[in-house]
């Protein structure tokens, strides 16, 4: 059975809204752009932004097979994500599709490895978030 953890004071997690534009670049192009993100701060870990799917174009997106277990979050799915070229970058984004209640906000959201892609620039900046 698979564990559910409630965030407390000793694993905090706190998801906040930014009106900050996120552009993701694979390859030489922005492969993924939005205006606005989740920024998910968990416990100790460098914040992830997690990009509303509703705001991007998803056709370079192709689902994965692949899934994995947070006790915090619950069972994220992925998504490779394909350059201009055709190359296919294996599970680079994950998603939670039914994420537990604590975490409600990033049901859906897409958030990206940024060691599968070139940058990831939140505000016209370069920032590489790692993974959660």
Same mark, same amino acid.
């Given at each position: 059975?698979?564990?559910?953890?409630?965030? @407390? %004071?000793?694993? &905090?997690? *706190?998801?906040? %809204?930014?009106?900050?534009?996120v552009s993701?670049?694979?390859?030489?192009?922005?492969?993924?752009? #939005?205006? *606005?993100? +989740?920024?998910?701060?968990?416990?100790?870990?460098?914040?992830?932004?997690? +990009?509303?799917?509703?705001?991007?174009?998803l056709s370079? +997106?192709?689902?994965?097979?692949?899934? #994995?277990?947070? &006790?915090?979050? @619950?069972?994220?799915?992925y998504f490779? +994500?394909? *350059?201009? =070229? @055709?190359?296919?970058?294996?599970?680079?984004?994950?998603?939670?599709? *039914? &994420?537990? &209640?604590?975490?409600?906000?990033?049901?859906?959201?897409?958030?990206?490895?940024?060691?599968?892609?070139?940058?990831?620039?939140?505000? @016209?900046?370069?920032? =590489? %978030? %790692?993974?959660?």
């Amino acid at each position: 059975m698979r564990r559910h953890l409630e965030p @407390g %004071p000793d694993h &905090p997690i *706190t998801i906040e %809204p930014k009106d900050t534009p996120v552009s993701v670049k694979l390859a030489g192009d922005i492969v993924l752009v #939005s205006q *606005t993100h +989740l920024e998910l701060r968990e416990a100790a870990y460098p914040p992830v932004a997690y +990009l509303p799917r509703t705001d991007i174009d998803l056709s370079r +997106l192709i689902r994965s097979d692949h899934t #994995s277990w947070c &006790p915090y979050k @619950g069972e994220a799915t992925y998504f490779h +994500l394909q *350059t201009a =070229s @055709g190359e296919i970058i294996e599970n680079a984004i994950w998603t939670y599709e *039914t &994420p537990f &209640p604590a975490v409600a906000a990033i049901k859906d959201a897409l958030a990206i490895y940024p060691n599968k892609v070139d940058a990831i620039e939140i505000g @016209g900046r370069g920032k =590489s %978030p %790692p993974s959660s």
